[in-house]
Nanobody, 125 residues
């Protein structure tokens, strides 16, 4: 069964950090570009970041640029999203998704074939 599982979410104070992980089971991520998305209560899903299958190309939404870093370890079949300087407006369920292509863009969610179930991130004092 092909599956993506996110982990690492939780409650953090403003200014804090979290690292999210996205691990694949049932398939290898080597040939997949990965995107991170989030959805806050009452809001539409938005793209956050994407990374190419090799890890050589990354993209970030303006709202997270300079604070979030996407990376991948294909040997561990895992993609990460390091989130620093978190703000209350970063509160959302975060999802990872895999696209069967070298390059993907978080602004084009239709490119993604597999989606995880999400992990909750809450930024609050």
């Amino acid at each position: 069964q092909l599956q993506l599982v996110e982990s690492g979410g939780g409650l953090v104070q403003p200014g804090g950090s979290l690292r999210l992980s996205c691990t694949a089971s049932g398939f290898t991520l080597d040939y997949y570009a990965i995107g991170w998305f989030r959805q806050a209560p009452g809001k539409e899903r938005e793209g956050v970041s994407s990374i190419s299958s090799s890890g050589g190309s990354t993209n970030y939404a303006d709202s997270v640029k300079g604070r979030f870093t996407i990376s991948r370890d294909n040997a561990k079949n895992t993609v990460y999203l390091q989130m620093n300087s978190l703000k209350p407006e970063d509160t959302a369920i975060y999802y990872c998704a895999a696209a069967r292509r070298k390059y993907s863009d978080y602004r084009r969610p239709y490119e993604y074939n597999y989606w995880g179930q999400g992990t909750q991130v809450t930024v609050s004092s």
